[in-house]
């Protein structure tokens, strides 16, 4: 975890904003697995935003499943308020996208 802060500061300060997706959505992992949800969510939220900047459907891909998997464990409203706003979906369609 440490060190992918560590990394994140790095490209946060060479506004490497593509790295920054890919270690952000690496912390959720860990967020994830030690069941930090609200962090989990955090970074894997802020990771779908820039992949989606970057129209990069595979990652955003990749993302989705670990805040579906998040999602289904919390049932947390504010996954499907964000997703379907960044997504362009009702949240009826970003409800049953997660399911």
């Known amino acids: 975890e440490r060190y992918y802060k560590d990394a994140l500061k790095i490209y946060i300060e060479y506004n490497d904003r593509y790295e920054q997706a890919g270690t952000l959505h690496q912390l959720g992992r860990v967020a994830e697995e030690q069941r930090e949800w609200s962090e989990a969510i955090s970074y894997g939220l802020e990771a779908a935003e820039i ?19 998040i999602w289904q464990e919390t049932k947390d409203r504010y996954v499907i308020e964000k997703l379907s706003s960044l997504l362009n979906l009702t949240h009826e369609e970003c409800e049953e996208l997660l399911n």
């Open 51 to 69: 992949f989606t900047e970057y129209h990069d459907q595979h990652s955003l891909q990749i993302v989705l499943g670990g805040l579906t998997r």
